[in-house]
């Protein structure tokens, strides 16, 4: 019965995500959080479950040529290494999940609360984007290399404590970075970005048994299928009544596990 309802849940999350774009962990995490698991058990699930959700998309963007392997690297050789330090740290310095609980739920609320704030300001960034650029713009752009490997060191270590932040995040870092990249090429870069840091950080939650390998099998049997039906109604369905609904759920829930 568990297996039907959770199969449930992946499908309901997994159509969200083909509607909207927003990676599965600012979804599914809050709802296995919902359903009573522990923090360390729902976000090491789920990241092994973006994983292996993203990696379809991965598949695709290869084939079209849409993925900046270059911008791919720089952000991997900052994410990769701090997702595997930051494992090492929960392993060396806490005895059990249960000491770095609290950690995990506030770093689940900060990357929500990012992540609610960019997909209610995509529209507004894409735009922002596309005008004369200002100084500070110009700055970045300019030092764009170095501040890739940055933002991947940052992804690394709030991915790895929460299990957002690959998809929506990474999407809008870069657009900030790299303004002139189309559209097609910032998802399919983010994507492939994503697919080895949610890997990494999952297996490495794995290692430590935060992984629950029949909740992660139940999650993709309704989840994988319920993509692909999101995206196809994804041009038909009002996404100036979605996404702020979505960014309203994100937000909300954000504050509620950073604040309280």
Not at 37 to 42: D, L, R, W
Not at 185 to 201: F, R, Y
Request: charged letters at 10%.
């Amino acid at each position: 019965m568990d297996f039907i309802l959770y199969a449930l849940a992946g499908a309901s999350v997994g159509f969200a995500v083909g509607i909207t774009g927003v990676g599965g962990g600012s979804l599914m995490t809050p709802l296995l959080l919902l359903f009573g698991f522990p923090a360390h058990i729902a976000i090491g699930t789920d990241l092994v479950y973006a994983a292996v959700t993203k990696a379809g998309g991965v598949i695709v963007h290869r084939r079209l040529n849409t993925i900046r392997l270059r911008i791919v690297l720089l952000l991997a050789s900052g994410s990769i290494p701090a997702s595997l330090f930051t494992i090492w740290m929960l392993k060396s310095f806490f005895p059990s999940p249960e000491h770095y609980s609290h950690i995990l739920t506030s770093s689940l609320g900060v990357m929500l609360i990012i992540t609610g704030t960019v997909v209610l300001l995509k529209g507004q960034l894409q735009r922002h984007v596309e005008l004369e650029p200002a100084r500070w713009q110009l700055w970045i752009q300019r030092h764009s290399l170095p501040l890739t490997v940055i933002m991947g060191i940052f992804l690394g270590v709030f991915v790895t404590l929460s299990s957002v932040g690959a998809g929506a995040f990474g999407a809008a870092i870069l657009l900030l970075l790299y303004p002139r990249l189309p559209s097609i090429h910032v998802i399919g870069t983010d994507l492939a970005h994503a697919v080895p840091l949610t890997l990494i950080a999952g297996t490495g939650h794995l290692f430590l048994g935060n992984v629950n390998l029949v909740l992660l099998a139940s999650l993709l049997t309704g989840s994988l299928p319920a993509i692909y039906v999101g995206t196809r109604l994804a041009t038909k369905l009002p996404e100036k009544v979605i996404r702020p609904l979505l960014a309203s759920i994100l937000l909300l829930l954000g504050a509620k596990y950073a604040f309280f």
